[in-house]
Antibody
Framework: QVQLVESGGGVVQPGRSLRLSCATS????????MHWVRQAPGKGLEWVAH????????FYEDSVKGRFTISRDNFRNILYLQINSLRREDTAIYYC???????????????WGQGTLVTVSS | SYVLTQPPSVSVAPGRTASITCGGN??????VHWYQQKPGQAPVLVVF???SRPSGIPERFSGFTSADTATLTISRVEAGDEADYYC???????????FGGGTKLTVL
């Protein structure tokens, strides 16, 4: 079955960097667009970033542009999120999600990992 | 940017029908998707493309979209349906995903 397992979260000081990983199995990773979605403590879901199935296109939520980089390794079936210049407001659970597309346009999140918690604190 | 508006909370008695709305400009022209999230768990897709159900989701869950409002309807509500529900679209003009603020469904 489809499995998505995030890792790399932890407690980080403001201004520092972190790389999150999402190890996948049970589906043809290189055929699917992938996204990151986050959820601050007690808050709602917030879409963060998209990467196409081949890694050639990426889109970002406005508040993370220039600080976050989404990437993928289609040989190792792993999705990444590089987070630089961390801010307190980046504190959240970060989920990776497998995306179903329509004519290469993202539509919905068919499968989710369990998430990894990033806490930005001095 | 595109905004989706949901009521913060909805309450319903067991066995009754719950309706959760999601408002957005001309939302009927965009595919709307719904997720259920229980405390401490990842979201689960319950309706996609306005009204389709993934395998394993009970027929009690249904969706409908018209004009500026999408609605998730849960019939014969059970205690296990108590959760947060989120609507979601992909906004092609900005190439960004958008979630509604979420609705907490309470089963009385």
């Amino acid at each position: 079955q489809v499995q998505l397992v995030e890792s790399g979260g932890g407690v980080v000081q403001p201004g520092r960097s972190l790389r999150l990983s999402c190890a996948t199995s049970g589906f043809s990773f290189s055929s699917y667009a992938m996204h990151w979605v986050r959820q601050a403590p007690g808050k709602g879901l917030e879409w963060v970033a998209h990467i196409s199935y081949d890694g050639r296109s990426q889109f970002y939520e406005d508040s993370v542009k220039g600080r976050f980089t989404i990437s993928r390794d289609n040989f190792r079936n792993i999705l990444y999120l590089q987070i630089n210049s961390l801010r307190r407001e980046d504190t959240a659970i970060y989920y990776c999600a497998r995306v179903i597309t329509r004519d290469r346009v993202p539509a919905y999140f068919a499968s989710w990992g369990q998430g990894t918690l990033v806490t930005v604190s001095s | 940017s595109y905004v989706l508006t949901q009521p913060p909370s909805v309450s319903v008695a067991p066995g009754r029908t719950a309706s959760i709305t999601c408002g957005g400009n001309k939302i009927e022209t965009i595919g709307v998707h719904w997720y259920q999230q229980k405390p401490g768990q990842a979201p689960v897709l319950v309706v996609f493309d306005d009204s389709s159900r993934p395998s394993g989701i009970p027929e009690r869950f249904s969706g409908f979209t018209s004009a500026d409002t999408a609605t998730l309807t849960i019939s014969r509500v059970e205690a296990g349906d108590e959760a947060d529900y989120y609507c979601q679209v992909w906004h092609t003009s900005s190439d960004q995903g958008v979630f509604g603020g979420g609705t907490k469904l309470t089963v009385l």
